[in-house]
């Protein structure tokens, strides 16, 4: 089975007073095959946030079928939430937590055995093991950044989804960033991330799927995108 299997997938935001229903996402089918970095690419508006957001069970579909690691989210969220882990685009951390209670707190969340060992585990993956105890607000955007990988890791999720990983990073950290998730993927992790930086999506993705206007218009091995352009 593909690790995420996507079919005629709408979203039509609720019409407000002050907006007409928007229609995010037009029909989106696409498989996520196990093992790649999946880049889903698009412009500001596209609907990668959304779809994203719909993985992540903080959008309801309109309509469609979503399954991750062949789990149903409707019918199966238990299992299909146990594969997934997701680290959103903002950054919030309570400021007086340290990394190593935010990794506590979120085995507590997911029903994982809280064990000092795989918190040291998961930081050392992200290359924060010295600031363990350090309080939150102590930390660099780049550390922070990198806790949030870590913290969508600590129930061992094969499926990890990065929304906009190095949107407003500056190149050195862009590529510490593109190193680690390499990384989680030698690993064995899939890896599906969303970008409106062609170059990020050739760097560093087996395969390129673009959408605009809520539509796919593309989904191709990175090889035969670039060919074509
Ligand atoms: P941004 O990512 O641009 O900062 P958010 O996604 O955080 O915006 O949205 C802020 C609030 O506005 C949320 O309540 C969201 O549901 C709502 N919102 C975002 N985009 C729109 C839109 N195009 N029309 C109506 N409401 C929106
Ligand atoms: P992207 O992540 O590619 O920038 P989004 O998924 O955030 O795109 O947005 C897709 C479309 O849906 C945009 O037109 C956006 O304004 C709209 N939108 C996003 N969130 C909301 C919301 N909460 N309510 C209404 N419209 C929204």
Redesign the pocket.
Known sequence: APAIRIRDLVKR?TA?G??AG?LALDGVSFDVPQGQIFGLLGPNGAGK?TLINTLAGLVTKTSGQVEIWGHDIDHDVRNAKASIGIVP??IVFDPFFTPAEVLNNQAGLYGVPKSMRRTMELLRAVHLADKANAYARSLSGGMKRRLLIAKAMVHSPPVLVLDEPTAGVDVELRRQLWELVSEMNHDGVTVVLTTHYLEEAEQLCDRIAIINHGKLIANKPTRELVDMA
């Open positions: 935001y407000t002050k907006s928007k946030s685009q903002e």
